[in-house]
């Protein structure tokens, strides 16, 4: 038993007796540096060339295919698909091999009755070769497979893809041979042979703001772990010149969507907990930021679902469904924040008298032209202007927030697009009460009632009713740009508020986008990259973790290929 090594019999990281007596302390251990970093790791992380792609380039780029998710979370079709896929994949290759050293042979014969007779000869034998191709050996194909009632059907079905397969091939060679071009012919790469690439967000923000990049404002940590817990990984990393998020297959989705729907886009982004919805946000963030997008981005939908100091009845504005209601203090903030992040964006860009006019009061205006002076005879406002009123004049930063939002949402000179996570807490049960909405004040206000939230309720298409109901209605439509919301299992959301939200996204024709866990690819080009930045144990590692496939797999098993627990587990 002493002789035993690896998992459950040492532990690599153990303080040993000889380390205790050694009297160095931690001041006198090495500092972390880029040049203990494992070779393995710095040749297998992939950056993106341009650092952040741009939204177009993010949805055409080859990613590697994700996990199929496990048939106990619920829906077992995509494992279902998955299995059969492998299995017939599995008699594919034989096939391939049986086939195609006969098949230059074949090709070659000019008279066309002995080639259809060999090819008839093909599918007479192909059944007893690759059910004896490895009976010697105890194979997967002729032990498990062979068994099979529908071996002889598969075994013919592979046959037949081969086949068309070869004259496909022939078809494209023949084409290339006969057309005649002087440029380089570039090598495609399909997702099959993609490696998983990172985005590289940059150095970290200014002073102040801890380490979120500058490029996902107004993104920060908070004190209860905030959104997700993304920016977790960025704090507990050495290495302070990388922020990395991974490239996978679920954020290259909304990509496509926000790239080939211009306008009217919606996506509902969702998975288990720790899978990387966040991520999958500040990373649709940061390249539409790159692409020019004008975006607002609200990462902690559960506070702004909370904590809204304070709520007043909006006696200007009503629709068919009742009266409104604002957050003036949450609507500042909002205001400073899309200020700060796109100023140079919204120049030249106006809010029309006829906006204001719909959002603002007399009152309001009263207290517009305090700010601004006579404005009677102005028919337009500049949205930074506007923006800044907002952000230091709380009493009228609803009304500010709201004229603004709808400008952006109306004009199609700039793409605008909302990227709100925390999305399902906004139907959860709710936390903002007043006695204009119910005289008892039992009833809380659904967030679709009040001016901060309608627009991004208003553009889902999923409002709540007075008794708690999901309901879908006509979605307000932006010209340019989309809308891209995320949920969250962190948080103490009802899951009966999840799951009709869910449903309520499908019926109204959103994308829905699930996030799934990582692959083994995935996990094995993350613990790379946690080696390359110094996070927890992979810090002073050199590869010993990232080189041991049975490490890799442990650690992928116990944090069920899930980014949160990965990290608990990298560094726990």
Known sequence: IDSRTGRLWTDRWEITDDDWSSGVTFEELPDWSEQICSRVSLERVQVHPDGVPTLDKLASTPLPPASVPHPALGNPHPYLKHRKDAIFNAIMAKVENFASPKMDKILSMEDWNEKQEAIDDLFEKAYDAVKNSDKDKEGYVSVVLGHQPDFAELVEKAMTEYLKKVVDDERTAFKKNKTESDSEDIEEVSDEDAVPVFMELGATAEAGEGVVPKILKPLKPHAKDGPGRMVEEWELSANQKTRRIMCRQSIREIAKALTEEQGGARVYVN???????????????????????????????????????????NEHKKDSEGPLFDLPMLSKEVCDQLLEAHAKDLE?????????????????????????????????????????????????????????????????????????????????????????????????????????????????????????????????????????????????????????????????????????????????????????????????????????????????????????????????
Not at 276 to 294: F, M, N, Y
Not at 458 to 469: E, S, W
């Open 271 to 313: 998975g288990r907990k720790g899978a990387g919805k966040s991520a999958a946000l500040a990373a649709i963030v940061a390249s539409a930021r790159t692409s020019g997008h004008i975006v607002l981005y609200l990462p902690d939908g559960d506070r702004l679902s909370k904590n809204g100091f304070y709520i007043d009845p």
């Open 348 to 572: 030249g860009m106006q809010v029309m008298k006829d906006c204001l006019e719909k959002h603002f009061s007399k009152d309001g205006f009263k207290k517009l032209r305090r700010v601004m002076g006579d404005i009677d005879d102005v028919d337009s406002i500049p949205v930074g202007e506007l923006l800044k009123i907002g952000s230091e004049e709380v009493s009228i930063a609803a009304l500010c927030y709201s004229s603004v939002i709808e400008t952006l949402m109306a004009q199609d000179s700039k793409p605008f697009t909302i990227v709100a996570d925390d999305f399902n807490c906004y139907y959860d049960h709710g936390h903002y009460f007043h006695e204009d909405y119910d005289e008892d004040v039992k009833h809380s206000i659904p967030l679709d009632r009040i001016t901060l939230f309608k627009p991004l309720t208003d553009a889902m298409g999923v409002a709540k009713t007075d008794k708690g109901q999901l309901i879908t209605k006509e979605p307000v439509v932006m010209k340019n740009g989309g809308i891209v919301v995320g949920t969250t299992e962190s948080h103490a959301v009802a899951r009966k508020f999840t799951s009709a939200l869910t449903d309520s996204m499908e019926q109204n024709g959103s994308r829905v986008v699930t996030i799934p866990q990582y692959s083994h690819l995935e996990v094995e080009h993350i613990l790379a990259n946690l080696e390359i930045a110094g996070v927890g144990r992979l810090r002073f590692d050199r590869g010993e973790t990232v080189m041991n496939d049975q490490e890799v797999r442990f650690l992928r098993m116990v944090s069920g290929g899930l980014g949160q627990p990965l990290i608990d587990a990298v560094c726990g």
